[in-house]
């Protein structure tokens, strides 16, 4: 709902008026509700952006690996919900590969018995995990 804020020029006192719609605002006349006067400005008011809780543990970028500490021990269903969150706030298919750890972590399955038969997710240099989906190869031209 769109919040707009005035300051009454009779009282100076801060009026916030809260319409349904903006079509709504457009054919109100705001009045201050503290002297019923009409004569107001309108105040730029700061903006208020939601985030999800994985949009907000990421904005400090993923260098941040404070914001991953509780996930080390944590439950494998927590770790696929936070897994389902990070996929959603990248927009993308993340691959049958990665749908297939998710599904085993819902199940309950430790990520150490998933990487267990499925080796060929990660590898020693941090992991191309989707990398044949993709297109990618292990090599990568000189700079």
């Known amino acids: 709902m769109p919040t707009y804020e005035f300051r009454c ?6 009026v916030t008026v809260t319409t ?10 705001p009045t201050c ?5 009409t004569d107001l ?14 949009s907000r543990m990421m904005s400090g970028g993923w260098e941040d690996d ?13 770790m696929a919900h ?6 959603a706030e990248v927009g993308e298919d993340m691959g049958p ?7 085993r972590l819902e199940r309950g399955e430790s990520p150490e018995e998933i990487e267990s038969t499925m080796p060929d997710l990660a590898d020693d240099d941090g992991g191309d995990f989707g990398a044949a989906d993709a297109g990618v190869t292990d090599s990568l031209p000189p700079v």
């Open 66 to 78: 404070d914001a991953f500490d509780d996930l080390e021990d944590a439950d494998p269903r927590t």
């Open 82 to 87: 936070v897994l389902r969150e990070m996929s």
């Open 41 to 54: 400005t309108r105040l730029i008011s700061r903006v208020a952006i939601k985030k999800s809780p994985i």
């Open 33 to 37: 509700t503290h002297c019923g006067s």
């Open 9 to 14: 020029n009779a009282c100076r006192r801060k």
């Open 20 to 29: 349904k719609t903006y079509s709504e605002y457009d054919a109100l006349t």
């Open 97 to 103: 590969e990665f749908e297939e750890v998710v599904d």
